[in-house]
């Protein structure tokens, strides 16, 4: 399928159906290819800009920017902070989540809290993914261009906070905006998970 079975539990969850589910209106524990498209549409303006910009100024330095994208979002991101999530214990080799689609799962599943180290090799990289742009934005003297890069940038994480990152099941994130009630109720059908973040999944 080319996301998990919506009628299915996943695989952390010791619940036989999703019927009657407390949080399966407030939590994202399935994906649709619309929330893959919602998030494409998102994200893909600032890299359209951003890459128009370097391009402007070299193009052997936009092929350079592309392999850092490939390299943190296709592996550094999967270890730090998709490993820590339970979509990421779900079978197969790769992710099948809106946001890391195709990911190829290389390292084992590790469920609980980021490391500090984990939560700044994150944040560093989305700082040098988009701040990249901004170097030959200013260098191309490209002003139009660059006041459209800095909204699509900031548009994107804000509806991201907004309206992703409060149903997203990978609580490790540091952006991630899912309120402690519904978490609770997450934890009490994830007993695996909530031992790996020390919570007592009964309460």
């Avoid at 969850?13 to 919602?38: M, Q, W, Y």
């Avoid at 600032?46 to 943190?72: N, R």
């Avoid at 099948?96 to 599943?109: M, Q, V």
């Avoid at 548009?155 to 099941?169: A, D, R, V, Y």
Wanted: glycine fraction near 10%.
């Amino acid at each position: 399928m080319f996301f998990l079975d919506p009628t299915k539990p996943i695989n952390t969850c010791f619940s036989e159906s999703c019927n009657g589910c407390a949080v399966r209106k407030t939590l994202h524990c399935h994906f649709r290819p619309t929330d893959l498209i919602h998030f494409m549409a998102i994200v893909l303006p600032s890299f359209l800009l951003g890459g128009a910009g370097i391009y402007h100024v070299s193009g052997f330095l936009l092929v350079w920017w592309l392999g850092m994208i490939a390299g943190f979002f296709g592996f550094l991101e999967i270890r730090v902070m998709c490993s820590h999530c339970p979509h990421y214990a779900e079978p197969g080799n790769t992710l099948k989540c809106w946001a890391n689609y195709g990911s190829p799962k290389i390292w084992n599943y590790r469920p609980g809290p980021m490391s500090l180290m984990e939560k700044l090799l994150l944040l560093g990289g989305f700082a040098i993914i988009w701040g990249y742009p901004l170097i030959f934005l200013l260098m191309g003297m490209q002003w139009f261009l660059l006041i459209v890069y800095v909204i699509s940038a900031v548009g994107f994480f804000m509806t991201l906070k907004m309206f992703l990152c409060s149903q997203c099941m990978n609580f490790a994130c540091p952006l991630n905006g899912v309120i402690d009630s519904v978490k609770q109720e997450f934890f009490k059908q994830n007993p695996e998970v909530a031992k790996a973040w020390g919570v007592d999944g009964n309460e």
